[in-house]
């Protein structure tokens, strides 16, 4: 009976760690309307991201010059001991690229942050002039009803 019992618990041990479990969250399901962002919003998260793109990669090109850094005061220290001269110059080479390839990347995302900020830009200017000449096209109507209704009263009057 001992054998049996412990192949049915061997059983419902495997059944209960294969089970699958549900993780959605109760916050998953809502029935509140999105807020629509407007075109300066819009602008405004886009430029934020672009901006914390460039500073991350900004960071990164840091601390990397920093590691450089140290590793050539190390690299000159033991020059000075008179043990390496080689290995300084190769380090001052990696530093040097690596500074030239960081500086490029950032050059990079400050022409790509350009670029989508003037892409931004005209299109926010687009939408401004489509607002100007749909106000513009609506005065005029209401100038031309005001006219006709002008025009209904001084009949109505003579």
């Known amino acids: 009976m001992s054998a049996l019992t412990s192949r049915t618990a061997a059983i419902t041990r495997r059944l ?3 089970t699958p479990t549900s993780t959605l969250s109760r916050a998953a399901f809502t029935t509140t309307t999105r807020r629509q962002k407007n075109p300066v919003e819009a602008a405004k998260d886009t430029l ?12 990164d090109g840091i601390n990397i010059g920093s590691a450089y850094a140290n590793k050539i005061k190390e690299a000159t220290s033991e020059v000075s001991e008179g043990k390496v001269t080689g290995r300084a110059s190769e380090l001052r080479g990696e530093a040097a690229g690596k500074a030239s390839e ?7 995302k400050a022409s790509e942050v350009a670029g989508e900020a003037k892409g ?5 200017a687009g939408e401004a002039r489509g607002a100007k000449e749909q106000a513009k096209g609506k005065a005029s109507e209401m ?5 006709a209704k002008v025009g209904e009263v001084k009949e109505k009057m003579s």
């Open 120 to 124: 931004k830009a005209s299109e926010l």
């Open 102 to 108: 960081v500086a490029g990347e950032a050059k990079g």
């Open 143 to 147: 100038a031309g009803e005001a006219k």
């Open 16 to 18: 209960a760690s294969t």
């Open 48 to 59: 934020k991201t672009v901006d914390r793109k460039v500073s991350d990669t900004l960071v």
